[in-house]
């Protein structure tokens, strides 16, 4: 079964940058057809996909934090990192990492975006509180 975890600072202050690690157990992150996403949720707001990273290493990413949206992987610890540049109080929020399994026929148009926002996703990490705060 595979496991997501989290970590990464609690506390970042305005416009400086978030970095936060997603360590993959039980399966690997380059395992073909699974890609990995930052999904995050500001409290009492919906869930907000962030950007994802595929098995073949493309990164893909939403279109309202693209510009300041990294997402990175390292293959031998099995970690996928997301760094968020220029930090404001409106990115503080609880961010989870999760998994899709997505087959090759269903991935739609570049960038498919639409097809990571619109399917569940089958693994998830138990998230962690980020505060954006001077």
């Known amino acids: 079964q595979v496991e997501v975890q989290e970590s990464g600072p609690v506390l970042v202050k305005p416009s400086q940058t978030l970095s936060l690690t997603c360590t993959v157990s039980g399966g690997s992150i380059t395992r073909s057809y699974y890609y990995w996403s930052w999904v995050r949720q500001p409290q009492g707001k919906g869930l907000e996909w962030m950007g994802v990273i595929g098995y073949s290493g493309s990164t893909y990413y939403s279109p309202s934090r693209k510009s300041c949206t990294s997402i990175s992987r390292n293959t031998s610890k099995n970690q996928i990192t997301l760094q968020l540049t220029s930090v404001t109080p409106e990115d503080t929020a609880v961010y989870y990492c999760?998994?899709?399994?997505?087959?090759?026929?269903?991935?739609?148009?570049?960038?498919?975006?639409?097809?990571?926002?619109?399917?569940?996703?089958?693994?998830w990490g138990q998230g962690t509180q980020v505060t954006v705060s001077s």
């Open positions: 999760a998994g899709q399994n997505i087959p090759l026929e269903d991935l739609g148009p570049s960038p498919p975006i639409h097809t990571m926002t619109s399917r569940n996703f089958g693994s």
